[in-house]
């Protein structure tokens, strides 16, 4: 899960980046985003609205995953940077891994290389930059 720095927290939370935000759009998921003050973490949040499908078990398993993979991913967003998915089909929640890794590699990128476009510098991930090998001697 997510740290809760890099949550959307309040009912508005969302509302600022569907009024000024940018989007692209994937086969299955479609991704908005707008930029805030840099000192700040960068915010993410996951959409799946009762239309992709009625249980909230399946529901909660695609928000699930998709955050996992945002977590996990080599590049994350700038700071200041608020980040929604919206997932409009039901095909995610049986989609392979690796095809759902890469398509939501594909979204974060055009999302950190719009940001970046606009003056904000990515952020490597901490797990990815630590040094493996010296925890693997001891």
Do not use: C, W
Not at 68 to 92: H, I, N
């Amino acid at each position: 899960m997510l740290a809760q720095a890099h949550r959307f927290h309040g009912y508005g939370s969302l509302r600022g980046v569907y009024q000024r935000g940018q989007g692209f759009r994937g086969s299955l998921i479609s991704v908005k985003f707008a930029t805030r003050d840099p000192r700040k973490a960068y915010r993410v949040a996951v959409v799946v609205s009762k239309k992709v499908h009625k249980s909230a078990v399946v529901r909660n398993r695609i928000r699930r995953r998709v955050y996992e993979l945002v977590r996990t991913a080599d590049d994350q967003p700038a700071p200041g940077t608020d980040v929604v998915f919206t997932v409009f089909s039901e095909q995610v929640a049986d989609l392979e891994a690796s095809k759902l890794k890469t398509m939501i590699n594909e979204l974060l990128q055009k999302v950190i290389n719009q940001a970046t476009a606009s003056g904000q510098t990515p952020v490597k991930h901490a797990i990815v930059d630590l040094d493996i090998s010296k925890k693997e001697e001891k």
